[in-house]
């Protein structure tokens, strides 16, 4: 008794995914043996609450260590990224609560399904081996494939479900291919193990080739160009509430993925990773500057939106150092703020048709819902970088690290896209503010105006209020990888 008891304690890193998983699986029961109606509503607002809790555990908790023959691992960094997720998670329940039955979504399995791939990217986040590294990421996506087509009657939906199935399981097939050309030339699995060998010597072809199928896998996870081709269809196929998940926490988890492989695993080849992150932020930040100008659907626009700031995000990762993960870490959580709000906004704007789609949707909504205007034209502007909002600091961030490691036609690069993208941000706003209304809405639901609230705030507040804790805790997390 005494020996599964020390056991248990052992654990302790990894009590925050074991209370998802536990937690799951009772509401996956409650599901099954409750009223259909009142069940629905009873099992969300638990899956919030058990999130909510889960956080808390995993900010909390100063428990680090390796367990499971070094599977798995807990630092500071994980602990970081973790909350962003579990919060973002959270907040994308929030947002499905008052709409779950207008985008059909009022069944019991949604917020088990949201659970289940939580819990999946809190094991990508944590993985130390490259087997639980695809554990974590196919527990992620199954869950995230059948929330995609959890639409059924929506030919959309089911389409975008089907375009995310075959294109993320090529992902991972190309990950796992990659993954096995770095055992096979290294005789390892574990993350720190595989560093040490590559240490001992020059890198093989063989195991540069598995490099660059093992980013290309975790490219298509944060949609990054030339692996984003999935992302504007799912994105505007998928319910809006669903569209606010998949642009949150996944691209959180799989970002934190993307340092932690780069960092712990190829630091020793560090030259030949950073070409491919170089790379792939050049493209992403161009590509989707461009894109994003003839999109007139308002989900397309996110989509090209989300992946220029994948693009910039990895500006930061591109330096190869301390100063960038730090500047990352932080460009994603502002990220998540402005991504959450900005969907909270979209979902406050029901007319009896259904929810806007189009941009010319926007027409005037100054003027009959001033409230979500202003919120969508400050997410607009942070969105664009400007001072002094959130999305201001965010770039600087990254921008900073870029010029720190000399990359400077990166950072120009960035700035010139910035540019380029106020065009269809700036768009949005003068179409709110300038055009005549041409829709009647329905009143809000009180939730989402406190997402819409708080997100505002934050993003105003942010040098005042938020930009040094954050800063010291990001720093503290990225310090953790060094």
């Not at 691992?73 to 929030?94: C, E, N, P, T």
């Not at 490219?219 to 504007?232: D, E, G, L, N």
């Not at 005037?364 to 819902?369: F, K, N, V, Y």
């Not at 934050?458 to 005042?464: C, D, F, N, P, R």
């Amino acid at each position: 008794m005494v020996s599964d008891l020390t056991s248990f304690v052992a654990l302790a890193p990894a009590y925050p995914e074991l209370l998802l998983a536990v937690g799951a699986i009772i509401l996956l029961m409650m599901g099954v043996f409750s009223d259909a109606k009142s069940g629905n509503t009873t099992i969300v607002g638990v899956a919030i609450g058990l999130l909510a809790v889960t956080a808390v555990l995993v900010a909390f908790q100063s428990e680090d260590g390796v367990l499971f023959n070094g599977a798995f691992i807990q630092d500071g960094f994980a602990r970081y990224m973790k909350v962003l997720v579990l919060i973002g998670s959270a907040a994308a329940l929030v947002l499905s609560v008052s709409t779950a039955s207008d985008h059909n979504l009022n069944k019991f399995e949604y917020p088990v399904l949201v659970i289940l791939a939580s819990l999946g990217m809190l094991m990508m986040i944590s993985a130390n081996d490259l087997m639980s590294l695809y554990i974590g990421l196919e527990l992620q996506s199954l869950s995230l494939y059948v929330i995609a087509a959890f639409k059924r009657d929506s030919g959309r939906a089911t389409e975008a479900g089907l375009k995310y199935f075959v294109l993320g399981a090529l992902s991972s097939g190309m990950l796992l291919y990659g993954a096995s050309m770095v055992y096979g030339f290294t005789g390892q699995t574990q993350i720190d193990e595989i560093a040490k060998v590559i240490s001992l010597g020059d890198p093989s072809l063989g195991l540069i080739v598995g490099l660059v199928f093992l980013l290309a896998g975790l490219a298509f996870k944060i949609s990054a160009v030339p692996f984003h081709m999935w992302t504007p269809d799912v994105y505007e196929g998928v319910p809006t509430p669903v569209t606010a998940f998949f642009a949150s926490a996944p691209k959180v988890a799989a970002m934190a993925l993307f340092i932690r492989i780069v960092f712990d695993t190829f630091e020793p080849i560090a030259k030949d990773w950073q070409q491919i992150v170089i790379f792939l932020s050049l493209a992403s930040m161009v590509l989707a500057a461009f894109a994003a100008i003839g999109q007139k659907k308002l989900k397309r626009l996110i989509a090209y939106s989300s992946i220029g700031h994948v693009g910039f995000a990895l500006v930061g990762l591109s330096a190869g150092s301390q100063t960038g993960v730090e500047g990352v870490a932080i460009y994603m959580a502002i990220y998540l703020v402005m991504t959450i709000g900005l969907f909270a906004c979209i979902l406050a704007l029901r007319t009896d048709q259904g929810y806007v789609e189009d941009i010319s949707d926007l027409a005037g909504i100054a003027q009959t819902r001033p409230f979500v205007a202003a919120g969508i034209a400050l997410i607009m502007f942070s969105l664009i970088g400007l001072p002094p909002l959130a999305g201001f600091f965010a770039k600087w961030e990254v921008f900073l690290a870029a010029i720190e490691a000399q990359l400077f036609v990166l950072a120009v690069v960035g700035v010139l896209a910035s540019a380029v993208s106020a065009f269809y941000y700036l768009r949005v706003i003068r179409t709110m503010y300038f055009d005549e209304p041409n829709h009647q809405f329905i009143n809000t639901p009180n939730e989402l105006n406190v997402v819409i609230a708080l997100s505002g705030f934050l993003i105003v507040a942010y040098a005042v209020v938020v930009a040094g804790p954050l800063k010291d805790i990001a720093g503290v997390a990225a310090g953790s990888l060094f």
